[in-house]
């Protein structure tokens, strides 16, 4: 028996939208809350980029060569690092350079171009690897969608584009009973080695970890690592005995979401060692876990999309009501005029394109969603507007601008 | 159980608007309880001074009798049984306001006969004080006569006449605040009235509010303890919710509409700005102004001074069928007001499926929460939901559709259910108990 665990988080700020008026249409071409995202980067960096990668090179160098994990970055994330607060890009270089740490391939804007268009999703992929290439080093083979979107169709593009393995989420309607830590494949893309995010384990860490009505509060990494080894040991013995956890989480559950005072720090600190105690489990990277799926292993069918948001876990987090849906339709209908204004004015082409994908990043139409919004759910705990409504306001009023800017029919009060 | 208390709970009943006759939401209101109460099993006595004079009788269908009683259409749905509800009117010269405002207007049961907007002065009489007094005397005077497990009074009016009846039958109090003087004046408050109205809610039992936000007024002008004050909301008119009329360029004008009275709370002035943000850049939008009040003259020239007086229409005060079919033509409704104990025109506009910007001073907002809010303050950010409204028909769509869903849950019902719980908790009157022991 053995089992495989693997560590990915999630970085990603978006370029946050600054109040926007529909009486700048056509004055101002200045759209994104510099103070703000400048801010919250930088917050995020004290609190949790610059302590955690800290700490997470300490664990490295204390269980060399036992101890891996990964990364996925997004390119305004780089960005915005580059510009706010470069010394954290130069802490994430320090682990690179460990050689224990692996970057995931994903698109630059965090988008949901998968779902919209093809080849804007290639080019956001070609993008993301071009920025991680600039600030950090190449990504690997294994690639993660926005949010972890994935379906037949989003498998096929990225199995085109040439990669081993897709990290999904492990939503039990997948798996039709079957266990989550076995090895897969994709029924669309078999050359594409399947890793799903252990959700139980993963929001264990992430969600569930200060939560004192948990049962299991207060979560230590004694108590973690045996869960994990009893997963281990509950591996069927056929198919070599093997098996994977996928513990997907976004990187700011360590000191942003879960504060440093809920000992979240100290929880991980102990954690490869508890862990690395039971001969059965060891650390690998995405890389690694995917070249370990056998070429004929069982295959997973995804014909409506997943995602790791919410209970749902789909994509209603981003098109569930009609404003959203009407605005991504809107963001992406835009494709061929900012593409066609690029070839025309080489000059302003960069600037617009940007824009535009800034715009596609997937937290504007997030910030628009209305589900369990009495609830004062995450979307609102997240989002910089008082209402989705007023997010939606915000976000065609800057679409608005733009669609002008690149002359593209715009829809007129009159 | 004693012979007593195997009767349906009596409860008497103080109001000064009752449709068809009202100016405002608290008749309706007042109605909606009312009816709440009897559908729950209670005998409602709904009493409110009655202004005698032209049209009056014509317009209540009675014969000129003083004091009399009208077995009362229920609520449709409790049809069938007859209803408890009665109606006693006791002669009294009142007004409702303590400034002239809008005009007593016929309801859509009326039929005939109309009295003129503009007359409330005539109407209402103008010694307040002395109307409130006569109202008091006249109400307990006729306690004496009848038997009621408690009295139940709708806003301040009448609760000196509350105050009194339940003295002299020794019965419990119940005041129900819609708006509180704050809510009406603001900061001009008459402290005559705020002192009626602090010293009865002081005196009551219990009393309920229409909203979190006034009963954080209640909390905060009078010092009540929160303990005593119950959140009872409105609801809108029926339960049913009629199919929504459709949205969209062909089926609505660009209309913008402002509906209440016209006074400082309401704040008129502050959609008339915003409408000068929109006008800029929506070449067709109109900006209907609906109500009357004594800021009229001063919004004219406030419209002049901001270069839209050709984009603003002050249509009056509308009769409730009238404001209906002017919603359902409508792109939007704002309700701008400075201080807004409820606002029941919300839940009318999205009934009619029209779309709403709520003030974040208000009650409403409480209840449809999921909504298009704004700060009366915030004239541009106003501007560009307006705008925003009128340009992309999925928003408006949305907002409807939520709004209405959040509209469903509410009925007058679950608000007289609410009511009834407090009647029990502070009182020991159970009047679901009482009412099927009536019956066996």
């Known amino acids: 028996m053995s089992l495989d665990v693997c560590f990915y988080f999630q970085v990603h700020q978006p370029w946050r939208l600054r109040p926007y008026a529909y009486r700048e249409v056509g004055r101002s071409h200045d759209y994104f809350d510099d103070r703000a995202n400048a801010e919250i980067l930088r917050r995020v960096a ?80 070609r993008l993301h690897r071009a920025a991680c290439r600039r600030w950090l ?75 004192r009505r948990w049962a299991d509060w207060p979560l230590d990494a004694e108590r973690y690592a045996e869960w994990l080894h009893g997963e281990a040991a509950a591996l069927p013995p056929q198919a070599g005995g093997r098996g994977f956890v996928g513990l997907f989480m976004d990187y700011e559950t360590f000191g942003e979401h879960q504060w440093a005072d809920t000992g979240i720090f100290d929880f991980m600190r102990a954690l490869p060692g508890e862990l690395l105690k039971h001969q059965a489990c060891r650390f690998v990277t995405p890389s690694q876990a995917a070249a370990r799926v056998p070429t004929d292993a069982a295959t997973l069918d995804l014909p409506a999309p997943v995602s790791w948001a919410d209970l749902e876990r789909d994509t209603s987090a981003w098109d ?63 989002s910089p507007f008082d209402s989705p409504y007023d997010a939606y306001i915000n976000y065609m009023n800057v679409l608005a601008d733009l669609a002008q800017r690149v002359g593209a029919p715009v829809a007129s009060p009159a | ?281 929506h070449p067709r939008a109109r900006f209907l102004v609906c109500g009357s009040g004594d800021m009229r003259q001063a919004l004219q020239a406030l419209a002049a001074e901001l270069g839209i007086t050709d984009r603003v229409e002050f249509r009056g005060f509308l009769a409730p069928g009238a404001v209906e079919r002017l919603l359902a033509r409508s792109s939007l409704l704002v309700m701008p007001s400075v201080s807004e104990p409820f606002g029941l025109v919300a839940l009318e506009a999205l009934r009619a499926g029209t779309p709403v910007v709520l003030s974040r001073q208000s009650g409403v907002r409480e209840v449809i929460g999921r909504s298009l809010q704004v700060d009366f303050w915030d004239h541009a950010r106003l501007a560009d939901q307006i705008l925003a409204v009128l340009r992309l028909p999925v928003l408006a769509r949305q907002l409807v559709e939520e709004g209405r869903e959040q509209l469903a849950r509410l009925s007058w019902d679950e608000s007289a259910q609410r009511v009834a719980e407090a009647y029990a908790r502070v009182a020991g009157i159970d009047v679901a108990a009482r009412a099927q022991g009536g019956a066996a």
Request: proline share 6%.
């Open chain 1, 46 to 125: 004290r609190k949790c980029y610059l302590p955690m990668n800290a700490l997470l090179e300490q664990l490295i160098a204390r269980h060399r060569p036992h101890f891996r994990v990964s990364f996925s970055i997004t390119a305004t994330a780089l960005e915005q690092m580059a510009a706010f607060a470069p010394e954290v890009l130069v802490s994430f270089r320090r682990l690179l350079a460990t050689g224990a740490v692996e970057l995931l391939a994903e698109t630059s804007h965090h988008s949901l171009a998968a779902l919209y268009s093809p080849r804007e999703f290639a080019e956001q992929v």
């Open chain 1, 137 to 211: 080093g190449a990504p690997g083979k294994v690639f993660r969608n926005t949010e972890l979107i994935a379906s037949d169709a989003v498998a096929a593009q990225v199995a085109a584009l040439g990669f081993d393995g897709l990290c999904i989420e492990g939503a039990d309607r997948l798996f039709g009973g079957r266990r989550v830590t076995a090895p897969y494949r994709f029924a669309a893309a078999p050359a594409l080695a399947a890793l799903p995010r252990h959700y139980r384990l993963s929001d264990d860490i992430a969600f569930r970890f200060s939560d």
């Open chain 2, 1 to 281: 159980m004693s012979m007593m208390n195997d009767r349906p709970v009596r409860v008497l009943m103080l109001g000064w608007e009752y449709p068809p006759r009202f100016v405002g939401g608290l008749g309706k209101a007042s109605q909606g309880i009312a009816r709440g109460l009897a559908d729950l099993g209670a005998e409602v006595s709904f009493v409110l001074p009655r202004f005698r004079g032209r049209g009056e009788e014509t317009r209540l269908r009675v014969g000129g009798a003083r004091e009399w009683l009208l077995e009362h259409r229920a609520a449709p749905r409790a049809a069938a049984a007859a209803t408890p509800l009665r109606w006693l009117d006791v002669a009294a010269r009142l007004r409702p306001y303590a400034r002239p405002q809008a005009a007593v207007s016929p309801g859509p049961r009326a039929g005939r006969g109309t009295i003129e907007p503009g007359d409330a002065e005539a109407l209402y009489g103008s010694d307040l004080g002395r109307e409130v007094a006569r109202f008091a005397e006249r109400v307990a005077a006729m306690a004496a006569r009848l038997r009621v497990d408690l009295v139940h009074a709708h806003d301040w009016m009448t609760f000196p006449a509350a105050l009194a009846a339940a003295a002299r039958l020794r019965v419990p109090l119940f005041l129900h605040v819609h708006s509180t003087e704050y809510d009406r004046s603001g900061e001009g408050a008459d402290p005559a009235i705020a002192a009626v109205e602090r010293m009865a809610c002081e005196r009551a039992d219990h009393v309920f509010a229409v909203s979190d936000y006034t009963r954080g007024v209640l909390v905060s002008r009078y010092g009540l303890d929160p303990a005593r004050v119950s959140v009872v909301y409105n609801a809108p008119d029926a339960a049913e919710l009629p199919p929504p009329l459709p949205l969209g360029p062909g089926a609505r004008q660009p209309w913008v509409v402002f509906l209440g009275r016209l006074a400082f709370q309401k704040g008129p002035d502050h959609f008339l700005r915003a409408a000068a943000g929109v006008a800029r850049l």
């Open chain 1, 320 to 382: 569930g009501n009609r404003i959203q849906q009407a605005a991504l339709e809107a963001a992406f209908a835009l494709e061929p005029a900012v593409r066609d204004y690029g070839v025309r004015h080489a000059a302003d082409a960069g600037r617009v394109l940007e824009d535009w994908r800034r715009l596609l990043t997937s937290d504007h139409a997030y910030y628009m969603s209305t589900k369990h919004w009495a609830d004062g759910d995450v979307h609102q705990y997240f």
